[in-house]
């Protein structure tokens, strides 16, 4: 079975860091480009990053580049996404999930809170 | 980039009932790339259909996908209670990005 469980997520003051984990089970974790897509509070989903599956390549979205940065440990079957310079807006649910046209195993959400 | 915008933004129907959800986007789409994913309160979205029309492994044959260009369609042929929900579409772009609608949350008359 396909497992993805994150972790990491807080409360962080703006301007701070986090770094959140993805650990995935239940398949080959180096055959599958990954994700993370985040959903704040009472809104919709808003993709913000991706891998290759040998973590040759990454993507961002516009609102998180320069700021983020995701990376795996294909030895260890784990995402990261480590989180900086973060803003109010940046408040939400991460989700990890897996796949490339479209993502068919998503985890359960790691929540990001940013306040003072 | 390309702009998903759902339609209606809430769906008020009984079980039973017959559910239709659109999906248009602001530039034509390649049907290989659009999705729906169904959202329940307090879980992670689940892939429903992808390539437009396919559905992915465990989902019920009442659900089902259409369209092509810049027309979508997601319908629930029989509603059962567990359908109520949040349903996103999503399209795979240049660069390459992910891109979602803004969903359709379809509730109980």
């Known amino acids: 079975e396909v497992q993805l469980v994150e972790s990491g997520g807080g409360l962080v003051q703006p301007g701070g860091s986090l770094r959140l984990s993805c650990a995935a089970s239940g398949f080959t974790f180096s055959d599958y480009w990954m994700h993370w897509v985040r959903q704040a509070p009472g809104k919709g989903l808003v993709w913000v990053s991706r891998?290759?599956?040998?973590?040759?390549?990454?993507g961002y979205a516009d609102s998180v580049k320069g700021r983020f940065t995701i990376s795996r440990d294909n030895a260890k079957n784990t995402l990261y996404l480590q989180v900086s310079s973060l803003r109010a807006e940046d408040t939400a649910v991460y989700y990890c999930a897996r796949g490339k046209l479209s993502f068919d195993s998503w985890g359960q959400g790691t929540l990001v809170t940013v306040s003072s | 980039e390309i702009v998903l915008t759902q339609s209606p933004g809430t769906l008020s129907l009984s079980p039973g009932e017959r559910a239709t959800l659109s999906c248009r986007a602001s530039?034509?789409?390649?049907?290989?790339?659009l999705a729906w994913y169904q959202q329940k309160p307090g879980q992670a979205p689940r892939l429903l259909i992808y390539g437009a029309s396919s559905r992915a492994t465990g989902i019920p044959d009442r659900f089902s996908g259409s369209g092509s260009g810049t027309d979508f369609t997601l319908t629930i042929s029989r509603l059962e209670p567990e359908d109520f929900a949040v349903y996103y579409c999503q399209q795979y772009g240049t660069s390459p990005t992910w891109t979602f609608g803004q969903g359709t949350k379809v509730e109980i008359k």
């Open positions: 891998i290759y599956g040998d973590g040759s390549s990454t």
């Open positions: 530039q034509s789409v390649s049907s290989r790339y």
